[in-house]
């Protein structure tokens, strides 16, 4: 059975709408709201549309708008609304012989609740979401989950100590601290280990080469990646997952001041491994490839998966609907395909060639540059992701897979909450207990 792809949660008295395809409808989706409330009599209840052709058929709504709102596997089942009780639970049913399980539906209403935690995150603007602030979430949503988490917390001149100078010389001209955050679930049962490597820019003002005012206003969802790192850990810890399973949530604010990055700048990143700054609004691989690096050297995970919302460029790869995916494994590319397709959240592969489109990213003073100004043989979202992979040296030895979703983590007004279900869908075997999460 596959995955339930919820593309919206709507709760009535906090409307949001994490529908990763939905663009400038917000008015007509709340006249469909206000219909589907008043049809079922109880208004101030949370909703969970699950699928559209039976249940937008009995509630009478057009389904080409709704197609747009609710995403669902046609070919295996849909689903309706049975009823829903003022205490915000949400009973469903399938129309099949098999009705979903109560671990299912346990599954199903945790994807949402992280789904909405994602998208609050994304909409919380970056005054109130300090770095301070987006690690304090983190902690305080592994403080409530019924299992040990071991916390590993590295914060401000700390991080520069301890080798992680990606992160630190990002974060460094912020009146914030830069902050690293590390959660980790380790089950007697595990093992594997697998870990969730997030960008975590609360706000990027492009450094020194400093954005310009029609691209700035949205970048308080620079931290897409983290959030949805954070929400799709969650969402595997509650169901139960099995294995070691880490999430690394990489925060720094990208500001300008004195203390700022300039262009031909030289750090060292937590792998050792020089880099010659030529483009400070090309933060967020910096970040991440600490992260990427930790992981595997001192979580030695076997898969390590980050997620970012990194390039500019991901639009013109591969749109507003797919994701664009790196990775250094034919098996991980085909499966995070077919987890896209089971959840909602697509993705489409990148060409993975360091061989030939690394030499992009050479510097004749560091052991690379950070971005490729000025040389365009390769693809720029493409070689975003190799700079990450070069800091765990291109290793077969692990499953990386990197995901760019920089035009899909916001739709120009609000958070679309893309992620969690994708992460959630891709590491789902490892939930056996939950029959709806898998193949």
């Known amino acids: ?236 810890v509650k169901s139960g997952f099995r294995e070691n399973l880490h999430c690394l949530l990489c925060i720094a604010e990208n500001n300008i001041s004195p203390a700022a990055n300039k262009p031909s700048d030289i750090i060292t990143q937590l792998s050792g491994k020089t880099v010659e700054i030529v483009n400070t609004d090309a933060e967020g691989r910096l970040v991440l490839a600490d992260g990427v690096f930790y992981a595997k050297n001192t979580l030695k995970a076997n898969t390590i998966i980050d997620m970012a919302t990194l390039t500019g460029a991901q639009s013109w790869a591969t749109g507003r609907i797919h994701a664009a995916i790196l990775t250094n494994k034919e098996k991980v590319e085909i499966e995070c395909i077919k987890a896209g397709r089971k959840s909602g959240d697509m993705v489409h592969p990148l060409p993975y060639a360091p061989d030939l489109h690394f030499s992009d990213l050479k510097s004749t003073l560091a052991d690379m540059n950070n971005a490729n100004f000025g040389k365009k043989d390769g693809p720029p979202s493409a070689i975003a992701g190799l700079f990450i992979g070069a800091h765990i040296d291109f290793s077969d030895e692990v499953d990386w897979l990197h995901i760019d979703m920089a035009a899909l983590g916001w739709d120009g007004e609000r958070g679309t909450g893309y992620g969690p279900a994708l992460i959630a869908a891709l590491l789902a075997k490892h939930t056996p207990d939950v029959a709806v999460a898998q193949h």
């Not at 020194?208 to 969650?234: H, R, T, V, W």
Request: hydrophobic share 45%; glycine share 8%.
């Open 1 to 236: 059975m596959l995955l339930i792809s919820i593309e919206v949660l709507i709760r009535i008295n906090a409307f949001i709408l994490p529908g990763s395809t939905l663009k400038n409808e917000r008015m007509s989706s709340l006249k469909i709201v206000a219909g589907l409330t008043k049809h079922i009599g109880l208004p101030n209840s949370q909703v969970i549309l699950i699928g559209k052709n039976k249940l937008l058929k009995a509630l009478k709504l057009e389904n080409d708008l709704a197609q747009k709102l609710v995403g669902i596997d046609d070919r295996l089942f849909s689903a309706a609304l049975k009823q829903l009780s003022s205490s915000g639970s949400v009973p469903l049913y399938l129309d099949l012989a098999k009705s979903l399980g109560a671990k299912d539906v346990a599954f199903l209403q945790n994807l949402c609740e992280s789904i909405r935690l994602c998208t609050r995150l994304i909409d919380t603007p970056a005054n109130f979401l300090t770095t301070d602030a987006l690690a304090d979430e983190a902690l305080a949503q592994a403080e409530m989950l019924d299992v040990g988490i071991k916390k590993t917390i590295i914060k401000g001149d700390e991080l520069l100590r301890q080798g992680f100078g990606g992160i630190y010389h990002v974060g460094k001209a912020a009146l914030n601290p830069p902050i690293f955050v590390c959660l980790s679930h380790t089950p007697d049962s595990a093992k594997e280990s697998y870990a969730l490597v997030g960008k975590g820019i609360v706000y990027d003002t492009g450094g020194m080469q400093i954005k310009g005012k029609e691209s700035m206003p949205s970048m308080k969802n620079d931290m897409g990646g983290a959030a949805a790192c954070l929400a799709g850990f969650l969402t595997l």
